[in-house]
C-alpha cells in the first residue's frame, strides 16, 4: 500500500507539472509563472529523492565476528564539561570488546589529562588547532596504530556492545565505514518534539536505513567505526570543508569502498539545549555539506561514484535547498496579493481534477513514508527555524565567506520569549510582508485602500493560501517563545528507593549532579544531608553508592508527602563514577529496549532491570 501510494504520487505529479506547463500560462506573469512551476518541479524532485530512500526499510541484523581486529575509540573534545567527557570516558570503559580509548583533547587541559588517566585512557593533545575535528583525528592517525578506530564526540556516550554490533562487517574486506545512529538523552532539548521524537529522527530511522540498501550511508561524525587502512588510503580525514565526514565518505566512495549503517542506537549523546545551540550546529552542517559542491568531490561529477550513490549524496544535499522553494513560492503568493497579476490561470474544475489530488497525494505518501518518525507539522516547524540558515549557505555556493569551526554547546539553558524568537530574523519577516500583504488585500476589497484587482477564485485562494501560512509562522514562533528550559542537566526519569537519614524516600528524577525526591517529610532548603542508593551498573550487578545532597527545593506533593529536588556531591570517587553509569549507560540502555532501537536479542537480559529486586517492594509500600 505505501509503495502503491508512493507511485501514484509521482505519476500524478507528473500529470499535473504537464498540465500546468500545457494549459495554465497564457495570460499569466510569466516570471510569476515560471517561478512557480519551478518551485513545484523541485517539489516533485524532492518527494522522488524521498521515495527513493524511503521505499524499503531493512531489519538491521548483527553480522558475526570472524576477524577479530584492533580497535582504538577516539574521543574528541575542545571545551565540553568535564561531567560530559566523565560520562563518555566511563561508557567507552564499559565496552565489552577489547579496545583502546584515546581522548583527543584540542583544549590542552590538565584537568582533562586526570580524567583520562582517571578511565584508563590515554591523553592525546597537539600544538595548535588547525582544522578542528579533522584536525584532530589525522593527529591522532600518527600516533595510534589500531586497525579499527570508533570515533565518538565528547557527549556521545556508547553501550557496551557498540563494536560487538559493528566490527562483524568488516570482516568484508571492501567495507570501510559502519555508522550507526545518534539519538539523545536530554528530552528536554530543543529539537526534541512533544512526541519524544527528535529532528533527526526520520533521518537516523528511515532515510540512513535508505542510503544504505543504496550503499550511501556516510559518516555522521560520531558513532561510526573506520577501518583505518582505508581511512590512510585516502589521505586521513578531508579538511577542506568543515563537514569533514560528508566530504571524508565521498572520498572512500570514490575509491571503491563500501560502507554500511547499522539500525541500532549503539550511542547517547546530547541535543542542543537552546535556540542559538541548534543553529550554530545546523548552520556549520549547512555550511559544510553544501561546500563539498565547490570540490573536486562534487557529487555531481566526481568519479568513481555509483548513480544510486550520487542520487543519495543529492537528495541529502537537495534537502539545503527547500527554505528556497518556499521563499521563492510566498514571493508569489505575495506578488499576487499585491499587484493582482497572476501566475497561472485555470477553472475550478481544473483546479479540482489536477491540483487537489497532487496536493492531496503529496501530502499522504509524505507522511506514510515518514513512517511516524515526524510529522507534516514538525517538518513545516524544522523549516521555519532553518530557513534563513540554510538560505546564507546556498548564497555562500555562490560567494563564498570564511567561518571558524565552532563546537556545539553541550548544555546551558533556554529562556524562550523574545529573546529566542528575534535569532529568527527571516521567519518575522516573512510572517510581517505576508501580513502586510494579507491586510492589504482584505482593506482594498473593503474599498479603504486601492490595488489592483484581484478576484474570483484568484482572491479567495490568495487569502486562504496566505492566512494558512500565516498561522504556521505564527505558530512556530510561538512556540519558541513559550520555550523554557531552565535546568543545565535533563533529570532521568527513574523510580529508586533511597535512603534519607534512615527515612525510606523515593528517587523520581536523577543525573550525576542532581536529584528529585519524595519523602515523608520535609527538608529544610540549604541542608546538607546524606543520600544513599542502591544503583545497577551495566553488568546487573548491585551497589551502594553514597551520596551528598545539597536540598535546593522543598514543596508539598499531594498524596505522596514532600517532593523536594538537590544537587548531589558523591562522598568517594567510585560513587561518582557508579552513579554516571547508572544515569548515562543503564537507564539509556532499558529505554532503549524498551523502545525497540536496541535487539533485546543481542542485548542482554541483566540490564532490564534498573531497580534491584530487594527494593521493588519498598517502592511499592511508599506509593
Given at each position: ?617 519498598s517502592l511499592s509500600a511508599s506509593g
Amino acid at each position: 500500500m505505501l509503495r502503491a501510494l508512493a507511485v501514484v504520487s509521482l505519476v500524478w505529479g507528473l500529470v499535473y507539472l504537464v498540465w500546468r506547463v500545457w494549459d495554465t500560462g497564457l495570460n499569466a506573469q510569466p516570471v510569476m509563472f515560471w517561478l512557480l512551476w519551478a518551485s513545484e518541479v523541485f517539489g516533485l524532485v524532492m518527494l522522488a529523492s524521498f521515495v527513493f530512500l524511503a521505499w524499503r526499510i531493512p531489519v538491521p541484523h548483527r553480522p558475526p565476528i570472524g576477524w577479530q581486529p584492533t580497535v582504538d575509540v577516539f574521543v574528541c573534545t575542545y571545551n565540553e564539561g568535564l561531567d560530559v567527557l566523565g560520562a563518555t570516558l566511563v561508557g567507552c570503559d564499559r565496552i565489552n570488546y577489547p579496545h583502546t580509548t584515546w581522548v583527543l583533547d584540542d583544549g590542552r587541559r590538565e584537568e582533562v589529562r586526570q580524567l583520562a588517566d582517571r578511565f584508563g585512557a590515554r591523553y592525546l593533545s597537539r600544538p595548535s588547532n588547525e582544522h578542528a575535528k579533522a584536525g584532530n583525528i589525522n593527529h591522532a592517525l600518527t600516533l595510534t596504530d589500531g586497525q579499527l578506530i570508533l570515533i565518538l564526540d565528547a557527549d556521545h556516550v556508547p553501550q557496551p556492545d557498540i563494536l560487538d554490533a559493528t566490527v562483524g562487517y568488516f570482516d568484508d574486506p571492501s567495507v570501510a565505514l559502519v555508522q550507526t545512529p545518534h539519538d539523545f538523552g536530554n528530552l528536554d532539548s530543543f529539537q526534541h518534539f512533544e512526541t519524544g521524537r527528535h529532528d533527526q529522527s526520520m533521518f537516523f530511522e528511515v532515510l540512513m536505513p535508505g542510503k544504505d540498501r543504496h550503499d550511501g550511508a556516510f559518516w555522521c561524525g560520531s558513532a561510526a567505526v573506520i577501518l583505518r587502512h582505508a581511512l590512510e588510503g585516502i589521505g586521513g580525514i578531508a579538511t577542506e570543508t568543515v563537514a569533514e565526514d560528508f566530504h571524508t565518505t565521498i572520498r572512500l566512495h570514490g575509491q571503491g569502498w563500501h560502507t554500511r549503517y547499522h539500525d541500532e542506537t549503539m550511542v547517547q549523546g546530547l541535543a542542543p539545549h537552546d535556540l542559538a545551540s541548534f543553529l550554530l550546529q545546523r548552520d556549520r552542517w549547512a555550511r559544510g555539506n553544501l561546500a563539498v559542491l565547490r570540490t573536486r568531490e562534487n557529487p555531481v561529477v566526481a568519479p568513481g561514484l555509483t548513480l544510486k550513490q550520487r542520487a543519495s549524496y543529492l537528495a541529502s544535499l537537495l534537502a539545503y535547498f527547500v527554505p528556497v522553494q518556499r521563499l521563492a513560492m510566498l514571493a508569489v503568493l505575495v506578488a499576487m496579493l499585491l499587484t493582482g497579476r497572476l501566475p497561472m490561470h485555470a477553472t475550478l474544475w481544473q483546479f479540482g481534477v489536477f491540483w487537489l489530488p497532487w496536493m492531496v497525494l503529496n501530502l499522504a505518501a509524505s507522511a506514510v513514508l515518514c513512517r511516524r518518525q515526524a510529522s507534516l507539522w514538525d517538518g513545516s516547524y524544522s523549516t521555519h527555524l532553518t530557513s534563513e540558515i540554510f538560505i546564507r549557505a546556498t548564497l555562500a555556493l555562490v560567494h563564498p565567506f570564511r567561518a571558524s569551526f565552532k563546537v556545539t554547546p553541550k548544555d546551558g539553558i533556554d529562556g524562550g520569549g523574545w529573546s529566542a524568537v528575534r535569532q529568527l530574523r527571516l521567519v518575522l519577516v516573512t510572517g510581517a510582508v505576508l501580513a502586510g500583504a494579507v491586510v492589504a488585500r482584505v482593506l482594498s476589497l473593503a474599498g479603504v485602500v486601492a490595488l489592483p484587482p484581484l478576484r474570483g477564485l484568484a482572491v479567495v485562494a490568495g487569502l486562504v493560501f496566505g492566512v494558512w501560512e500565516m498561522t504556521l509562522i505564527g505558530a512556530s514562533l510561538w512556540k519558541v517563545s513559550r520555550r523554557h528550559q531552565v535546568r543545565h542537566h535533563y533529570r532521568v526519569p527513574v523510580e529508586i528507593a533511597g535512603v534519607v537519614n534512615g527515612t525510606l524516600v523515593r528517587v523520581v528524577d536523577l543525573t550525576p549532579g542532581g536529584a528529585g525526591i519524595v519523602a515523608p517529610g520535609p527538608i529544610e532548603e540549604g541542608s546538607q544531608v546524606k543520600l544513599h542508593l542502591d544503583l545497577t551498573d551495566v553488568r546487573g550487578a548491585v551497589h551502594g553508592v553514597d551520596l551528598q545532597l545539597t536540598v535546593r527545593s522543598c514543596r508539598p506533593a499531594p498524596h505522596l508527602g514532600w517532593r523536594m529536588g538537590g544537587t548531589l556531591t558523591p562522598v568517594r570517587e567510585v560513587d561518582g563514577e557508579l552513579l554516571i553509569e547508572h544515569c548515562h549507560v543503564v537507564t539509556t540502555r532499558a529505554r532503549l529496549l524498551e523502545s525497540g532501537h536496541l535487539s533485546t536479542e543481542d542485548a542482554g537480559r541483566p540490564l532490564l532491570t534498573l531497580v534491584p529486586d530487594h527494593q521493588q517492594d519498598s517502592l511499592s509500600a511508599s506509593g
